[in-house]
T-cell receptor, first 109, second 115 residues
């Protein structure tokens, strides 16, 4: 059965304190692994897609990496505006996304 | 419009009432998805349309849930005889690609509360 597990469930950081979020997955026929950001009361906002082990993508203070069984979202020197829930999802051949439960990040000034 | 638009943003329904949730996808997008997001959880797949054809409805939790996209554009998710467990945010997403491969754009959702 396709499954995605994210850890930790919640993370509190001081501004400037770098850390990583983990996404472990099992899926038959991986078409892509996605990271989304979700702010309260809004829909998920696309961040990255990774397609193969070893791939890395960066955007501002965020960097996503992928292995055969997990993905990491590294946050370097976070700012309070990075506070949000970060969702990881895998996409199978059918197109549906299977999401993890998310990691809620709070960055304090 | 520039993004995926959903209406209403909030809906309060009495238990047993029927509701209809609307999704306006990005113009020209062929793929349209509905997801259900319970509080504190990630979204869960409900159903998928390619143009007007509903190709996957395996995620619909019961026969009280029905979705349509008659002209391949606007979609409506209908829930009959609502129950408290239907309370959730219902998200719509669209993509220009078949099966939404390479990802899709989500709307802000409709928050349904059944009382």
């Amino acid at each position: 059965e396709d499954q995605v597990t994210q850890s930790p469930e919640a993370l509190r950081l001081q501004e400037g304190e770098s850390s990583s979020l983990n996404c472990s997955y099992t899926v038959s026929g991986l078409r892509g692994l996605f990271w989304y950001r979700q702010d309260p009361g809004k829909g998920p906002e696309f961040l990255f897609t990774l397609y193969s082990a070893g791939e890395e993508k960066e955007k501002e203070r965020l960097k996503a990496t992928l292995t055969k069984k997990e993905s990491f979202l590294h946050i370097t020197a976070p700012k309070p505006e990075d506070s949000a829930t970060y969702l990881c999802a895998v996409q199978s051949n059918t197109g549906k996304l299977i999401f993890g439960q998310g990691t809620t990040l709070q960055v304090k000034p | 419009g520039a993004g995926v638009s959903q209406s209403p943003r909030y809906k309060v329904a009495k238990r047993g009432q029927d509701v209809a949730l609307r999704c306006d996808p990005i113009s020209g997008h062929v793929s349209l998805f509905w997801y259900q997001q319970a509080l504190g959880q990630g979204p869960e797949f409900l159903t998928y349309f390619q143009n007007e054809a509903q190709l996957d409805k395996s995620g619909l939790p019961s026969d009280r849930f029905f979705a349509e996209r008659p002209e391949g554009s606007v979609s409506t998710l209908k829930i009959q005889r609502t129950q408290q467990e239907d309370s959730a945010v219902y998200l719509c997403a669209s993509s220009p690609k078949d099966r939404g491969l390479e990802g899709y754009t989500f709307g802000s959702g409709t928050r349904l509360t059944v009382v």
